[in-house]
């Protein structure tokens, strides 16, 4: 329970950092933000990338987590949270609680 909790942690707050796709990598974004406000220091990027990629492949948002992070990539610096992205933003996070609210025990969810 509590490494889903850290892990479903870890991905809200990474959520502004982290890339599927094209462009830079998760683990490149995940180094290049160790210095945001919400971000884990110490973290292991590439550990974290395959959690999260992982979920995103099971849970079947990885459309909305691209197109949020295609929102993020064209704002800078990378710790900049804006309103900009916001409706790509909640899309994700529906997307992602859907998911969750049908597998609430999958790795990456609250549950």
């Known amino acids: 329970m509590e490494r889903r909790l850290l892990l479903?942690?870890?991905?809200?707050?990474?959520?502004?950092?982290l890339v599927v796709g094209c462009g830079p990598t998760c683990e490149s974004r995940c180094e290049e933000g160790r210095g945001c406000p919400r971000a884990d220091p110490v973290a292991d990027c590439n550990?974290?990338?395959?959690?999260?990629n992982a979920f995103l492949a099971a849970s079947g948002c990885q459309e909305t987590s691209e197109k949020?992070?295609?929102?993020?990539?064209?704002?800078?610096?990378?710790?900049?949270?804006?309103?900009?992205?916001?409706?790509?933003?909640?899309?994700?996070?529906?997307?992602?609680m859907?998911?969750?609210?049908?597998?609430?025990?999958?790795?990456?969810?609250?549950g």
């Not at 479903?8 to 950092?17: D, N, S, V």
């Not at 550990?47 to 999260?52: F, G, L």
């Open 8 to 17: 479903y942690t870890l991905l809200c707050a990474m959520a502004a950092i």
């Open 98 to 110: 859907a998911y969750c609210s049908d597998s609430p025990m999958a790795d990456g969810c609250p």
């Open 68 to 96: 949020y992070q295609t929102c993020i990539d064209e704002q800078d610096p990378v710790c900049r949270q804006s309103v900009i992205c916001d409706p790509e933003l909640e899309a994700y996070r529906a997307c992602r």
């Open 47 to 52: 550990a974290a990338c395959a959690e999260v």
